[in-house]
């Protein structure tokens, strides 16, 4: 089946890092572009990161460089390092297949995992 | 605020038709894709493209485009359509930047 599962959420303190995967099943991340989106509590959604198939990664102009996106192509994952949490970061963050078909569209999305910043 | 502006909240009676729509300069250049999302769900790719759907998702969704605004049409409204709907294209910066818009609750009376 072809999916999508976000793991290493939690709850951190403001200022502390944390890294966020993504497991991909049934094809393969380093073939097509992905990204993260978040989504703040009652808000809604916001793309973050994107990683190209040639491994080139661009990230949204508000994260002032603390996000570093990656993969893995041995493990098939993705992954979300994030620096200098501060409670704007605080959002349920979800991989995603795309942007695809030239159009800026998300065809794949995982369930989602929760980051809580808080002291 | 979001370069893509979609109302609030809209409201249609159950069979009926409802129309969301979705405002922004980068429409003019780019389709908008729409997604549904149901509380505690990830989104659900709907519509893309010019008047595309994925596998699986019902003809009762469309969408369409003119100028500015990218709407997305649901035939028929049924209970289960209530959530959120997001609309999202390319931003304005030039970059492969993504922006979605500030979603619409529907609710099926």
């Known amino acids: 089946e072809v999916q999508l599962v976000e793991s290493g959420g939690g709850l951190v303190r403001p200022g502390e890092s944390l890294t966020l995967s993504c497991a991909a099943s049934d094809f393969t991340v380093r073939t097509t572009y992905m990204s993260w989106v978040r989504q703040a509590p009652g808000k809604g959604l916001e793309w973050v990161s994107l990683i190209y198939p040639n491994g080139h990664t661009d990230h949204a102009d508000a994260l002032k460089g603390r996000f570093i996106i990656s993969r893995d192509n041995s493990e098939n994952t993705l992954s979300l390092q994030m620096n200098s949490l501060g409670s704007e970061d605080t959002a349920v963050y979800f991989c995603?297949?795309?942007?695809?078909?030239?159009?800026?569209?998300?065809?794949?999305w995982g369930q989602g995992i929760q980051v809580t910043v808080s002291s | 605020s979001s370069e893509l502006t979609q109302d609030p909240a809209v409201s249609v009676d159950l069979g009926q038709t409802v129309k969301i729509t979705c405002q922004g300069d980068s429409l003019r250049n780019y389709y908008a894709a729409w997604y549904q999302q149901r509380p505690g769900q990830a989104p659900l790719l709907l519509v893309y493209g010019k008047d595309n759907r994925p596998p699986g998702i019902p003809a009762r969704f469309s969408g369409s485009s003119s100028g500015n605004t990218a709407s997305l049409t649901i035939t028929g409204a049924q209970a289960d359509d209530e959530g959120d709907y997001y609309c999202?294209?390319?931003?304005?910066?030039?970059?492969?930047?993504?922006?979605f818009g500030g979603g619409t609750r529907l609710t099926v009376l």
């Open positions: 995603a297949r795309g942007p695809l078909f030239g159009d800026y569209v998300f065809d794949l």
């Open positions: 999202n294209c390319r931003d304005r910066s030039g970059k492969d930047h993504v922006v």
